[in-house]
């Protein structure tokens, strides 16, 4: 399956960005969103099940940001609020019956 996630840039604290993942149509079960900062380890941030829209978050992120899907588009959405600076990272999405990566896009938050 092909992933292309886009929508990062800069944004301030408080702010948001919403970022895409579309697929290639591929029926998958469930697509993730992941993050990695500078000199860190990636790490998950939540994913929504294909069979139910279920979704589930990691704790620094709930209330925050929330991952939604427009099936009519194969896009799979991380919309993010509150943006701290702590958010700043290269974000990817993720297929995991395939183990499919998108190519990641940068999200910067800073004043």
């Known amino acids: 399956v092909q992933l292309q996630a886009s929508g990062g840039g800069l944004a301030q604290p408080g702010g948001s960005l919403r970022l895409s993942c579309v697929s290639d149509?591929?029926?998958?079960?469930?697509i993730g969103w992941f993050r990695q900062a500078p000199g860190k380890d990636r790490e998950v941030i939540g994913c929504i099940r294909d069979s139910d829209d279920a979704t589930h978050y990691t704790d620094s992120v709930k209330g925050r940001f929330a991952i939604s899907r427009d099936t009519a588009k194969n896009t799979v959405y991380l919309q993010m609020n509150s943006l701290r600076p702590e958010d700043t990272a290269v974000y990817y999405c993720?297929?995991?019956?395939?183990?499919?990566w998108g190519q990641g896009t940068l999200v910067t938050v800073s004043s």
């Open positions: 993720h297929e995991s019956t395939t183990n499919s």
């Open positions: 149509g591929f029926n998958y079960q469930a």
